[in-house]
């Protein structure tokens, strides 16, 4: 299973981007997906989640200002970032837990991170 981030870039404070994350390979189901954040020096954090029956979740820090969704069909996440500040600046990386086949384990993979720069 290999998950593939696309979308980070550049943008300035109080614009919009969207992360997308495709998921491939073989896969049964997936439960969870997310997205995670880790700016220079600091831990990897969450930033928001959804489950397979497309509940959320966010980090206090992205209330009102991030969308995160999923289209199942496609195995594919995305995070809707709007009214962006600096300290958004982060790589940014989308996990997903798969199920391969019926009878297996549920394993978390990880995408390969995409960086988002926040200028003020």
């Known amino acids: 299973v290999q998950l593939q981030a696309y979308g980070g870039g550049s943008v300035q404070a109080g614009g919009s981007l969207r992360l997308s994350c495709v998921a491939s390979?073989?896969?049964?189901?997936?439960?969870?997906m997310g997205w995670y954040r880790q700016a220079p020096g600091l831990q990897r954090d969450l930033v928001a989640s959804?489950?397979?029956?497309?509940?959320?979740n966010y980090a206090d820090s992205v209330k009102g200002r991030f969308t995160i969704s999923r289209d199942s069909a496609k195995n594919t996440v995305y995070l809707q970032m709007s009214s962006t500040k600096p300290e958004d600046t982060a790589v940014y990386y989308c996990?997903?837990?798969?199920?391969?086949?019926?009878?297996?384990?549920?394993?978390?993979?990880w995408g390969q991170g995409t960086l988002v720069t926040v200028s003020s």
């Open positions: 996990n997903a837990n798969v199920r391969m086949r019926s009878w297996s384990y549920v394993t978390r993979y």
């Open positions: 959804i489950t397979s029956g497309g509940s959320t």
């Open positions: 390979g073989t896969i049964f189901s997936i439960n969870d």
